[in-house]
C-alpha cells in the first residue's frame, strides 16, 4: 500500500467549481474544509523532520521512486494546493444565522425600492354583496360595475313596456273593414295586388301604354326639338315662352314696363299717370271741412242742422237733456219719442219659475204665458213698425210674439223639452209712429 493509500480523499478541483450550481456556497465550504483537513494531515505524517522516506514507501505506476525526488514532489503539490486554498478561502462566503445566499446580487437600491412598496400594495379583495337566487331582477350597479342590490320583477314591471300581461289570442280571421286579420289565399299571379276590398286584383294603373298627352287624357311628353330656348307649352307642343324677351320699354296703360327714369327729388312718387309727383295728400294746409271736402273742423255750442264742423260737449249735453225730456214711462212701459216722429216702448218682467208641462204634440208650454195679451200704452202708436221679445233663464226656452197692435202684444213663452225655468226674465219691444 502506497503512501497517498492512506491520506484521506478529497474530490475537489477550485478551477473548476461553478457558483451557478445548486447550493453552491454550501458545497465549496465544504470543499474547502475538506481540503484543508487533507493538507494537515499530510504535514504531519509526511514532512516531519525526523521521518525519512524510503524508496518503498511509494511506487507510482509500479516503478520505486526515490525519497527525495518524492518529497520534494509532495512539497510543490502541497504548496500548489495552499495556494489554491488561499485563493479559495478569499472566495468562501462564511453563513449568517437567519440570512441566506443567492446567485443574484440584491443592492440598496433594490431594497430602497422594495421598502418604498406599501403593505398589501397589490392584495385585492372582492367585495362581497348579497347573493340572490335564480330570476328576473331588477339590478343597481355602482361605479366599479358591482350588483350591489336587486329587486324581483313584477307583472306591472313588464307589462309598462308593453308586453301584454296575459296571452294574446294569435287565431285570425280574414281581413275585413271590421277587423285586422289574415290576407286572403293568394291566385299566384304576379300582377295581381291585394285591394282594399280583401280581394287579389290587377291594379287599373299598371297598364303603361300610353299616347301622347291631350286635353282628355294624361300621357307621354311630345318629341323633342332639341332647341335650349323652348318648353312644353299646355297645348301639347314645344314653344318659346313669349315672357322671355327682357326688352321693356317705360311703363304705360298699355303694357307693363320700366320705371321712369327718377328726378331726384325726395318728396315725389310715382304716380299712376306715370310721373313723378308730390302726393296731393301731403299739403297740410286745409280748409274748413264740409261734407264733400275734408278740412279743419268748427265746434258749435249748440245743436242745429250744420256739418261742417263738431258739437262742443255743453251742445252734446243739452241734445240729451232735449232727448231725456221725450223720455216718459207709461204703464210700466218706457216710452221714447223721437222728433221725427218715431216712437220705442220697451218693458221688462221678471216671471219667476215657470214649469212648461203642457204638451201640444212637441211643444211644452204654461197656460199662464201662452197666448197672454200686455196692454200698450194708450194713445202712443198709431202705426206699428216692429215688435220683439227676449226672455233670459238658466233652462232651454223659446219665446216669441204671436200677435201686436197699437193697443196691445200677444206672447208665448215653449220649449221642445219638458223643463221648469227658474227666475225667468222676459223683455219686450214695440217701434212704431206715434200720434
Same mark, same amino acid.
Given at each position: 500500500?502506497?503512501?497517498?493509500?492512506? &491520506?484521506?480523499?478529497?474530490?475537489?478541483?477550485? /478551477?473548476?467549481?461553478?457558483?451557478?450550481?445548486?447550493?453552491?456556497?454550501? @458545497?465549496?465550504?465544504?470543499?474547502?474544509?475538506?481540503?484543508?483537513?487533507?493538507?494537515?494531515?499530510?504535514?504531519?505524517?509526511?514532512?516531519?523532520?525526523?521521518?525519512?522516506?524510503?524508496? *518503498?514507501?511509494?511506487?507510482?505506476?509500479? !516503478?520505486?521512486?526515490?525519497?527525495?525526488?518524492?518529497?520534494?514532489?509532495?512539497?510543490?503539490?502541497?504548496?500548489?494546493?495552499?495556494?489554491?486554498?488561499?485563493?479559495?478561502?478569499?472566495?468562501? @462566503?462564511?453563513?449568517?444565522?437567519? #440570512?441566506?445566499?443567492?446567485?443574484?446580487?440584491?443592492?440598496?437600491?433594490?431594497?430602497?425600492?422594495?421598502?418604498?412598496?406599501?403593505?398589501?400594495?397589490?392584495?385585492?379583495?372582492?367585495?362581497?354583496?348579497?347573493? !340572490?337566487?335564480?330570476?328576473?331582477?331588477?339590478?343597481?350597479?355602482?361605479?366599479?360595475?358591482?350588483?350591489?342590490?336587486?329587486?324581483?320583477?313584477?307583472?306591472? /314591471?313588464?307589462?309598462?313596456?308593453?308586453?301584454?300581461?296575459? /296571452?294574446?289570442?294569435?287565431?285570425?280571421?280574414?281581413?275585413?273593414?271590421?277587423?285586422?286579420?289574415?290576407?286572403?289565399?293568394?291566385?299566384? *299571379?304576379?300582377?295581381? !295586388?291585394?285591394?282594399?276590398?280583401?280581394?287579389?286584383?290587377?291594379?287599373?294603373? *299598371?297598364?303603361?301604354?300610353?299616347?301622347? @298627352?291631350?286635353?282628355?287624357?294624361?300621357?307621354?311628353?311630345?318629341?323633342? &326639338?332639341?332647341?335650349? *330656348?323652348?318648353?312644353?307649352?299646355?297645348?301639347? &307642343?314645344?314653344?318659346?315662352?313669349?315672357?322671355?324677351?327682357?326688352?321693356?320699354?317705360?311703363?304705360?296703360?298699355?303694357?307693363?314696363?320700366?320705371?321712369?327714369?327718377?328726378?331726384?327729388?325726395?318728396?315725389?312718387?310715382?304716380?299712376?299717370?306715370?310721373?313723378? #309727383?308730390?302726393?296731393?295728400?301731403?299739403?297740410?294746409?286745409?280748409?274748413?271741412?264740409?261734407?264733400?271736402?275734408?278740412?279743419?273742423? #268748427?265746434?258749435?255750442?249748440?245743436?242745429?242742422?250744420? &256739418?261742417?264742423?263738431?258739437?262742443?260737449?255743453?251742445?252734446?249735453?243739452?241734445?240729451?237733456?232735449?232727448?231725456?225730456?221725450?223720455?216718459?214711462?207709461?204703464?210700466?212701459?218706457?216710452?221714447?219719442?223721437?222728433?221725427?216722429?218715431? +216712437?220705442?216702448?220697451?218693458?221688462?218682467?221678471?216671471?219667476?219659475?215657470?214649469?212648461?208641462?203642457?204638451?201640444?204634440?212637441?211643444?211644452?208650454?204654461?197656460?199662464?204665458?201662452?197666448?197672454?195679451?200686455?196692454?200698450?200704452?194708450?194713445?202712443?202708436? #198709431?202705426?206699428?213698425?216692429?215688435?220683439?221679445?227676449? @226672455?233670459?233663464?238658466?233652462?232651454?226656452?223659446?219665446?216669441?210674439?204671436?200677435?201686436?197692435?197699437?193697443?196691445? +202684444?200677444?206672447?208665448?213663452?215653449?220649449?221642445?223639452?219638458?223643463?221648469?225655468?227658474?227666475?225667468?226674465?222676459?223683455?219686450?219691444? +214695440?217701434?212704431?209712429?206715434?200720434?
Amino acid at each position: 500500500m502506497g503512501l497517498f493509500d492512506k &491520506t484521506p480523499k478529497y474530490d475537489i478541483d477550485l /478551477d473548476k467549481f461553478e457558483v451557478s450550481e445548486p447550493n453552491h456556497a454550501e @458545497v465549496f465550504n465544504k470543499r474547502v474544509e475538506k481540503l484543508v483537513q487533507s493538507l494537515e494531515w499530510m504535514k504531519e505524517n509526511v514532512f516531519t523532520k525526523d521521518r525519512v522516506l524510503k524508496s *518503498t514507501d511509494i511506487q507510482e505506476d509500479g !516503478y520505486a521512486m526515490d525519497g527525495r525526488i518524492l518529497t520534494e514532489h509532495l512539497k510543490n503539490i502541497v504548496a500548489s494546493f495552499e495556494k489554491k486554498l488561499s485563493e479559495g478561502l478569499r472566495k468562501k @462566503v462564511d453563513s449568517i444565522e437567519g #440570512k441566506g445566499l443567492s446567485a443574484n446580487d440584491f443592492t440598496d437600491l433594490l431594497k430602497d425600492k422594495l421598502d418604498g412598496i406599501a403593505e398589501n400594495a397589490n392584495k385585492y379583495i372582492h367585495p362581497k354583496h348579497k347573493k !340572490y337566487d335564480t330570476g328576473l331582477y331588477k339590478v343597481t350597479v355602482d361605479e366599479e360595475g358591482h350588483v350591489i342590490s336587486a329587486e324581483p320583477i313584477t307583472k306591472e /314591471d313588464i307589462t309598462e313596456l308593453g308586453i301584454p300581461g296575459q /296571452d294574446t289570442d294569435t287565431t285570425y280571421g280574414l281581413v275585413s273593414t271590421e277587423a285586422a286579420g289574415l290576407a286572403p289565399r293568394r291566385t299566384g *299571379t304576379t300582377t295581381k !295586388y291585394l285591394c282594399d276590398d280583401g280581394t287579389w286584383r290587377t291594379p287599373p294603373d *299598371t297598364d303603361t301604354t300610353y299616347d301622347l @298627352v291631350s286635353t282628355e287624357a294624361a300621357g307621354l311628353a311630345p318629341k323633342r &326639338t332639341g332647341t335650349e *330656348t323652348k318648353y312644353l307649352c299646355d297645348d301639347g &307642343t314645344w314653344k318659346t315662352p313669349p315672357d322671355t324677351d327682357t326688352t321693356y320699354g317705360v311703363v304705360s296703360k298699355n303694357a307693363p314696363g320700366l320705371v321712369p327714369k327718377c328726378t331726384g327729388t325726395e318728396t315725389k312718387y310715382l304716380c299712376d299717370d306715370g310721373t313723378w #309727383k308730390v302726393p296731393p295728400d301731403t299739403d297740410t294746409t286745409y280748409e274748413t271741412g264740409n261734407t264733400k271736402t275734408a278740412g279743419i273742423g #268748427k265746434l258749435y255750442t249748440e245743436t242745429g242742422d250744420s &256739418t261742417d264742423g263738431s258739437m262742443t260737449q255743453k251742445a252734446i249735453s243739452e241734445g240729451f237733456a232735449e232727448l231725456n225730456r221725450n223720455i216718459e214711462v207709461l204703464n210700466e212701459w218706457n216710452v221714447i219719442k223721437f222728433a221725427n216722429g218715431l +216712437v220705442i216702448a220697451t218693458l221688462e218682467r221678471n216671471l219667476g219659475s215657470i214649469a212648461l208641462t203642457l204638451s201640444t204634440g212637441n211643444i211644452y208650454t204654461n197656460i199662464s204665458h201662452s197666448g197672454v195679451s200686455i196692454p200698450l200704452p194708450n194713445d202712443i202708436f #198709431k202705426k206699428i213698425l216692429s215688435s220683439s221679445m227676449n @226672455v233670459q233663464t238658466d233652462g232651454y226656452t223659446l219665446c216669441q210674439i204671436s200677435s201686436v197692435s197699437i193697443s196691445y +202684444v200677444t206672447y208665448r213663452i215653449w220649449s221642445p223639452y219638458s223643463t221648469t225655468l227658474s227666475q225667468c226674465i222676459a223683455s219686450w219691444m +214695440v217701434v212704431g209712429m206715434w200720434k
